[in-house]
């Protein structure tokens, strides 16, 4: 199973961009998934999530202008990010949970893709 991100690249301040990501492979099921951030020096932390159903969840940081969606006929989610800030400059990575049979689930990351955000 892979998770391949895309979209991530060089933004103004309070410009949008929207992030990408793709699971393949082996899947039987996809349970929720997520976003997370790195910037330098930091720990990496939650964006927001997304169960199957749809249910979403925020960091507070990002509410009112990040959505998060998926399509689980492609098994893709996407982030939207609009007004983005210069301290939202990070490495951004695709999460899932994804059961690869009905009896075994297992935590997937994708590599990882860069936001950078020029004041």
């Known amino acids: 199973v892979q998770l391949v991100e895309s979209g991530g690249g060089l933004v103004r301040a309070r410009g949008s961009l929207k992030l990408s990501c793709a699971a393949s492979?082996?899947?039987?099921?996809?349970?929720?998934m997520g976003w997370y951030r790195q910037a330098p020096g930091k720990q990496r932390e939650l964006v927001a999530q997304?169960?199957?159903?749809?249910?979403?969840n925020y960091a507070d940081s990002v509410k009112g202008r990040f959505t998060i969606s998926r399509d689980n006929g492609k098994n893709t989610v996407d982030l939207q990010m609009i007004c983005l800030k210069t301290e939202e400059k990070a490495v951004y990575y695709c999460?899932?949970?994804?059961?690869?049979?009905?009896?075994?689930?297992?935590?997937?990351w994708g590599q990882g893709t860069q936001v950078t955000v020029s004041s």
């Open positions: 492979g082996s899947i039987f099921r996809i349970n929720d």
């Open positions: 997304i169960t199957s159903g749809g249910s979403t």
């Open positions: 999460n899932a949970y994804i059961q690869v049979n009905p009896d075994y689930e297992f935590e997937y």
